[in-house]
Antibody, heavy 122, light 107 residues
Framework: QVHLVESGGGVVQPGRSLRLSCTTS????????MHWVRQAPGKGLEWVSI????????YYLDSVKGRFTISRDNSKNTLYLQMNSLRAEDTAMYYC???????????????WGQGTLVTVSS | EIVLTQSPATLSLSPGERATLSCRAS??????LAWYQQRPGQAPRLLIY???NRAPGTPARFSGSGSGTDFTLTISSLEPEDFAVYYC??????????FGGGTKVQI
């Protein structure tokens, strides 16, 4: 079955960097667009970024543009999120999620990992 | 940015009762709306997409309806595992996806 496992979270000071990974199994990773979605403690959900199945098209939440970079390694079935210049407001649980559609995305998330917690604090 | 307003914020019901959750959009979404369930300590789970299509594995007691700016998630008869937070999400304005603030269904 579809399995997504995030890693790389932790406590980091404002202005520093962190790279999140999402290791996947149980499906043809290279055929699916993938997303990052975050949830601040006790708050709602916020979409962060998407990378299309082929790694070419990428989109970001306005507040992370220029600071976060999404990437993927289809040979390793792994999704990444490089987060630079972190701010306190980036503190959240970060989930990777699979798009419901293979190839071109429909922007619905049909499989989720359990998340990795990022805390930005001095 | 399209704003999604969910109501009520909290719904207090008993097992076996019917739950009706609302999601209102600040502009028309056509049918581009989904519903997710999030139990405490768990990741969200897709229930409904395109306003009324059940995702694989979603029990038949969950149904979605609506179009344009007003949408409803109905749970026909609450099971103990249905007590959770429910979020709506729009994709009409991609890539500017947005979620509603959530409705907590509690006993």
């Amino acid at each position: 079955q579809v399995h997504l496992v995030e890693s790389g979270g932790g406590v980091v000071q404002p202005g520093r960097s962190l790279r999140l990974s999402c290791t996947t199994s149980g499906f043809n990773f290279s055929a699916y667009s993938m997303h990052w979605v975050r949830q601040a403690p006790g708050k709602g959900l916020e979409w962060v970024s998407i990378i299309y199945y082929d790694g070419i098209n990428k989109y970001y939440l306005d507040s992370v543009k220029g600071r976060f970079t999404i990437s993927r390694d289809n040979s390793k079935n792994t999704l990444y999120l490089q987060m630079n210049s972190l701010r306190a407001e980036d503190t959240a649980m970060y989930y990777c999620a699979r798009d419901i559609s293979s190839r071109y995305p429909l922007w619905w998330f049909d499989s989720w990992g359990q998340g990795t917690l990022v805390t930005v604090s001095s | 940015e399209i704003v999604l307003t969910q109501s009520p914020a909290t719904l207090s019901l008993s097992p076996g009762e019917r739950a009706t959750l609302s999601c209102r959009a600040s502009q028309s979404l056509s049918s581009y709306l989904a519903w997710y369930q999030q139990r405490p300590g768990q990741a969200p789970r897709l229930l409904i997409y395109d306003a009324s299509n059940r995702a694989p594995g979603t029990p038949a007691r969950f149904s979605g309806s609506g179009s344009g700016t007003d949408f409803t998630l109905t749970i026909s008869s609450l099971e103990p595992e249905d007590f959770a937070v429910y979020y709506c999400q729009q994709r009409s304005d991609w890539p500017r996806l947005t979620f509603g603030g959530g409705t907590k269904v509690q006993i």
